[in-house]
């Protein structure tokens, strides 16, 4: 069915470390992922995005890259800051196409 | 560029009252969303204008939520009546939805904050 998770619920890191975020997903269909992140009392925000023609794509110290063989992605923050610290969720589309399906979200707590 | 607003930010209620959200998309977004996000969880789809039409409510539960994007421009999501379970953050999103948005993706859905809602 349409479904869009992530292994881990929590992960703390210490400032200046990589960070690896994953996600599974379950509808082999699906063409286009999107990355948010959620600061505490905001919305969510557009990280980066990648379509399933791509295994890697790279953005400002960001990386998602894709397994479409074992339905997984994740993303990569490289030299993870204070200010990264937020829920992080991966997202793809209903069967439809018309309404993003979000996973439940991990939380990235970095400790300077 | 402004963002998504949304008011009120917070809203306190008794269960069976009723309740409703407002939302302003940025300018010239043509698709406007509504989201419902339980504490812990991903934002839950409830319904999807484009324009002032609705393309998508099949998880919006009508029998106490209804929504309306008069004029295709703002929206507002009402509750009546309430229940306990509906206490969450209800999230407005809007996107351009046009495939010539240079150097960004045409299904970048930009969010208000939200109004977090709780139903005692």
């Known amino acids: 069915g349409e479904s869009v998770g992530l292994h881990l619920p929590t992960l703390s890191v210490q400032e200046g470390d990589n960070s690896i975020i994953n996600c599974a997903y379950s509808?082999?269909?699906?063409?286009?992922f999107i990355w948010y992140k959620q600061e505490s009392g905001k919305g969510p925000q557009f990280i980066i995005d990648?379509?399933?023609?791509?295994d890697k794509r790279q953005g400002q110290r960001v990386t998602v890259l894709l397994n479409k063989t074992v339905k997984h992605l994740s993303l990569q923050i490289a030299a993870t800051q204070p200010g990264d610290s937020a829920v992080y969720f991966c997202?793809?589309?209903?069967?439809?196409?018309?309404?993003?399906?979000f996973g439940k979200g991990t939380t990235l707590s970095v400790s300077s | 560029e402004a963002g998504v607003a949304q008011s009120p930010r917070y809203k306190i209620i008794e269960k069976r009252q009723s309740v409703a959200f407002w939302c302003n998309p940025i300018?010239?977004?043509?698709?406007l969303y509504w989201y419902q996000q339980i504490l812990g969880q991903g934002p839950k789809l409830l319904i999807q204008?484009?324009?002032?039409?609705?393309?998508?409510d099949s998880q919006l539960p009508k029998d106490r939520f209804s929504a309306e994007r008069l004029k295709g421009v703002d929206s507002t999501l009402k509750i009546q009546p309430a229940k306990l379970e509906d206490s969450a953050v209800y999230l407005c999103?809007?996107?351009?939805?046009?495939?010539?948005?240079?150097?960004?993706?045409?299904?970048?859905?930009?969010f208000g904050p939200g109004t977090r809602l709780t139903v005692t």
């Open positions: 999103a809007s996107s351009p939805r046009d495939p010539s948005t240079v150097g960004r993706s045409p299904y970048e859905q930009y």
């Open positions: 509808n082999s269909a699906s063409d286009y």
């Open positions: 990648i379509r399933s023609n791509m």
């Open positions: 997202a793809d589309f209903n069967q439809a196409g018309t309404a993003l399906i």
């Open positions: 300018s010239g977004h043509a698709t």
């Open positions: 204008f484009q324009n002032n039409g609705v393309v998508d």
